[in-house]
């Protein structure tokens, strides 16, 4: 089947956010790169955001040796000024081991009772809402580098943050963490484990591709870049220590295909030459829907009217539990993806649970799903 290419489109889902969180203005320091790894499994295909979601678990990093930085003095914690006293902000520690920190911001994970003390102190106290805001979910001023150790200010209240960064080799983290307070003072429940980063070049070519026909290369998922006409690519970025993936992918139509892959383990800067990768043959398809996951399988949403899954049934609400008869309880998303897609034209039967309590199985001849 000749392959019908389609130009290359950024497609992002947008994701549950609190919306008085996102409205303040954003710190000066950059984003950390996404962490997330794709699942080591044998798959063909994976989706765009808009059609399927792809996001899977990442694995854990390995432990870093401990900094050789050593504390000469405690930073003294910020004083406190009105606002810090109506919020009831407190300093709280958070030891770092791995990589050094150069900088860092702390965001707080939101909680009921620091939502009651947010409309508490913004009723009648003649304080800025959006100032109240940053004071409850964010570090307020930045987290300071104390040695192996950040100091940031959080809300008595306050039982998790955020804490993102830049290290001094380039690198960045970014950490979920819960606090635990003792008297007036809190410390993250864990060490912050920093990966170190090191400049690689890898570089290789992909097999199997038409004649001019240029696909995707994604790296140690720190950076992508396009073969040229006759597949080669080479790419110098800074990875993360540990466990990098090499893959190559291309747009059939709305769904990503993907190609084989290789795992690196990057322990230091250097080149990692003649890396070599193939592309499935088939056009790959899908059922026509977006995906959740959800305690048994996934969940359908937006069920595309006239589309595979539509055809044959199908409707938003309906729950997956399994594709020929492989369950997908307990499935990463990125693998349900793989299971549900495949060759367009192929068949899968779907064993559905439906909204209105009902099971079924349900046979879905995937189909070439446009990118709108």
């Not at 409205?23 to 790169?33: C, E, F, H, R």
């Not at 994970?109 to 009651?116: K, N």
Request: hydrophobic share 40%; glycine share 12%; charged share 20%.
């Amino acid at each position: 089947m000749t392959r019908r290419l389609y130009p290359l489109a950024a497609v992002a889902l947008a994701g549950l956010a609190l919306g008085l969180w996102l409205a303040w203005p954003q710190p000066p320091l950059a984003p950390p790169p996404a962490m997330t790894r794709p699942s080591p499994v044998a798959r063909v295909s994976s989706p765009t955001a808009a059609v399927q979601d792809t996001a899977g678990s990442a694995p854990e990093r390995p432990t870093a040796p401990p900094s050789k930085t050593t504390s000469r003095q405690r930073a003294d914690p910020p004083e406190a000024d009105p606002l810090t006293a109506a919020l009831d902000l407190r300093p709280v520690r958070c030891h770092t081991t791995g990589a050094v920190v150069e900088s860092a911001q702390v965001k707080m994970i939101p909680s009921p009772e620091m939502m009651s003390r947010l409309a508490d102190v913004s009723k009648g106290k003649g304080f800025d809402p959006q100032a109240v805001a940053r004071g409850l979910f964010g570090a307020t001023p930045p987290a300071q580098v104390d040695g192996d150790e950040l100091l940031f200010l959080a809300p008595r209240s306050a039982t998790g943050a955020y804490v993102q960064g830049r290290q001094t080799d380039g690198g960045f983290f970014f950490e979920e963490v819960a606090i635990t307070w003792q008297e007036t003072q809190g410390r993250c429940s864990r060490d912050l484990v920093l990966v170190p980063v090191h400049q690689v070049t890898i570089s290789g070519r992909v097999q199997g591709l038409l004649d001019g026909e240029r696909v995707m290369v994604s790296v140690c998922e720190a950076g992508e870049i396009q073969t040229d006409a006759d597949g080669r690519f080479s790419i110098t970025t800074q990875a993360a220590q540990g466990p990098c993936r090499v893959t190559a992918w291309r747009k059939d139509g709305a769904l990503r295909a993907y190609g084989d892959f290789v795992d690196l383990n990057i322990q230091g800067e250097g080149s990692y030459d003649d890396i070599s990768l193939a592309m499935p043959a088939d056009d790959i398809g899908g059922i026509g829907a977006g995906i959740a996951p959800t305690g048994d399988g996934v969940v359908l949403l937006n069920v595309i009217p006239g589309g595979p899954g539509a055809q044959a049934g199908l409707s938003d609400g309906d729950v997956v539990t399994a594709v020929d008869g492989q369950n997908l309880g307990g499935m990463s998303l990125d693998d349900a993806v793989a299971t549900i897609t495949g060759p367009v034209g192929s068949t899968a039967v779907l064993t559905v649970h439906g909204a209105n309590g009902e099971d079924r199985d349900v046979e879905v001849r995937r189909g070439w799903i446009e990118d709108e």
